[in-house]
């Protein structure tokens, strides 16, 4: 499995960005795709996930209501659209796979800075 993440850059706070993660390499249809964030000094967190056969999401409650993950079944991609962009937002943003919801996330992309200045 390659991902490969993309769409991160600099916003000003209370602006829009849209990141996208290509994925390649095999069938995705049972795959559980995750969008994590890790900013500087701090742990690496959940942000946002999507089964990728069912559309079903589930998001932290840091960015409920600002943020919104989807996939592209035609293009292997998934997004995550994000509005209302905050400073404490500003963080490296990495997708990742897995292939069921019991196991770990085992496959990473290569991380996207985003950089909300307020």
């Known amino acids: 499995v390659q991902l490969q993440a993309s769409g991160g850059g600099l916003v000003q706070a209370g602006g829009s960005l849209r990141l996208s993660c290509a994925a390649s390499?095999?069938?995705?249809?049972?795959?559980?795709m995750g969008w994590f964030r890790q900013a500087p000094g701090k742990e690496r967190e959940f942000v946002a996930a999507i089964r990728w056969s069912s559309g079903s999401s589930s998001y932290a409650d840091s960015v409920k209501g600002r943020f919104t993950i989807s996939r592209d079944s035609i293009k292997n991609t998934v997004y995550l659209q994000m509005n209302s962009l905050k400073p404490e937002d500003t963080a490296v943003y990495y997708c990742?796979?897995?292939?069921?919801?019991?196991?770990?996330?085992?496959?990473w992309g290569q991380g996207t800075l985003v950089t909300v200045s307020s």
């Open positions: 990742a796979a897995k292939p069921s919801y019991v196991t770990l996330y085992d496959s």
């Open positions: 390499g095999r069938t995705f249809s049972n795959y559980f």
